[in-house]
Every structure is written in structure tokens, then in C-alpha cells.
């Protein structure tokens, strides 16, 4: 069974900051996927990373897919409060991270 | 949105007594998954259908079966529900599978909630 690791595992901050969550494990994949779920809904397709060393923009978050496949990254500028919500990353044979709980204070 | 609908909603049971979740969907998409959300432990894989009457097990697979009878409506079923089986059951779909370079996006229903007393 692939592993992905997130971090951290709860995140609260100000509206207007920077914050960086990651995704990692030990083995390579092919692809990494960033979905996004809100209370009470089921998770949203934010982005999908398949080269090494990829860098992929929406609007202001930023995902990073590692060099070696094995890790992933999301920047989000500037946290507005429509920001909150459970960040999960998913790889090959249909495996998710444990996700990284985002609340954005206004 | 994707057309993904589950049903029951909402359900509270009693150990020991069957339960039967199901998923609908309306965009003909051939895969279709069911998995439960626990905290501390995301999603996890329970079963998927790669077809109609094709299925195969996933991650967490024991005390839960699936059938597909139809493109449409993919059942989840618990034999003999088990307070360890409380969670939030979610269904998603997709058009295909995962292959190497790439993967097809998935669809999430809005989830059922289910309590075993």
C-alpha cells in the first residue's frame, strides 16, 4: 500500500497570510492529485501533477510536485477565509492522505 | 456539477442488521467507487466497479459488499453492520481509470452519514 503523509495535520491562521501544506511519501508516483472538501460535501479536483519538478497555479494557490514524485506541495498567498476547508492529496491505485485541516481566521 | 446522488442521506442502525447504501449517477461514467472517511485516516478505498457486474475489492474491503447491476447505480451493502463501521460513506465516479502518466478525475457524491448503536 502507498503512504502519503500530510502536514501538518491542522492549520489556523489569519486572513491575508501565506501558508505552505505538504504531501509526502516514500515511493514514486506517477501522478498526484490536490482536492479540496468543504463541510459536509464530498472532495473537489483542485489540481493533478504528473511530471517531476512541475509547478501548476490556480489563481493563488500554488502546487509543487517534487523532483522525485515522491512529494507534493500546496502555497496558498494571501489566505482568504473561502480558503477553509480539508486539503487532501491522492496517488495512484485510488490512495489519499490523511489531509490537512485549513481554517482561515477573518 | 457531476449528477451524483446517494441515498440514504442520513442513517442511524443497530449492530447485526444489514444496511444498503446506494450511489446514482447520471453522467454514464464507468467507474465508480465507495469509500468511508474516518478521522485520522482520510479517505479510504472500499470496493470499485470498473463496469457493470465488474468489481474489486479495495483497502478496506471486509464486511462490505457491492454489486452493479446497471451503468447508473452502484450498491454498497453491509452484511452485518458493526459499530466499527460508523462513518461517512462517500461514492465517487469517474470516466476512467488510473494509468500510468495520468489520472482521470474522480466525482464525489455528498456523502451518507451512518451510525451503528
Known amino acids: 500500500t502507498q503512504l502519503l503523509e500530510q502536514s501538518p495535520q491542522f492549520l489556523s491562521i489569519q486572513e491575508g497570510e501565506n501558508l505552505t501544506v505538504y504531501c509526502n511519501s516514500s515511493?514514486?508516483?506517477?501522478?498526484l492529485q490536490w482536492y479540496r472538501q468543504e463541510p459536509g460535501e464530498g472532495p473537489v479536483l483542485l489540481v493533478t501533477?504528473?511530471?517531476?519538478?512541475e509547478v501548476k497555479k490556480l489563481k493563488r494557490l500554488t502546487f509543487q510536485f517534487g523532483d522525485a514524485r515522491k512529494d507534493s506541495s500546496l502555497h496558498i498567498t494571501a489566505a482568504q477565509p473561502g480558503d477553509t476547508g480539508l486539503y487532501l492529496c491522492?496517488?495512484?491505485?485510488?490512495?489519499f492522505g490523511t489531509g490537512t485541516r485549513l481554517t482561515i481566521i477573518p | 456539477d457531476a449528477g451524483i446522488t446517494q441515498s440514504p442521506r442520513h442513517k442511524v442502525t443497530e449492530t447485526g442488521t444489514p444496511v444498503t447504501l446506494r450511489c446514482h449517477q447520471t453522467?454514464?461514467?464507468?467507474?465508480m467507487y465507495w469509500y468511508r472517511q474516518d478521522p485520522g485516516h482520510g479517505l479510504r478505498l472500499i470496493h470499485y466497479?470498473?463496469?457493470?457486474?465488474?468489481?474489486d475489492k479495495g483497502e478496506v474491503s471486509d464486511g462490505y459488499s457491492v454489486s452493479r447491476s446497471k451503468t447508473e447505480d452502484f450498491l454498497l451493502t453491509l452484511e452485518s453492520a458493526t459499530s466499527s463501521q460508523t462513518s461517512v460513506y462517500f461514492c465517487?465516479?469517474?470516466?476512467?481509470?488510473?494509468?500510468?502518466?495520468?489520472?482521470?478525475?474522480?466525482?464525489f457524491g455528498p456523502g451518507t452519514r451512518l451510525t451503528v448503536l
Open positions: 501533477v504528473v511530471t517531476g519538478g
Open positions: 453522467e454514464n461514467h464507468r467507474y
Open positions: 515511493s514514486v508516483f506517477s501522478s
Open positions: 491522492a496517488g495512484e491505485k485510488l490512495t
Open positions: 466497479s470498473y463496469g457493470v457486474k465488474d468489481t
Open positions: 465517487a465516479i469517474s470516466e476512467s481509470g488510473w494509468a500510468s502518466g495520468g489520472a482521470s478525475e474522480q466525482f
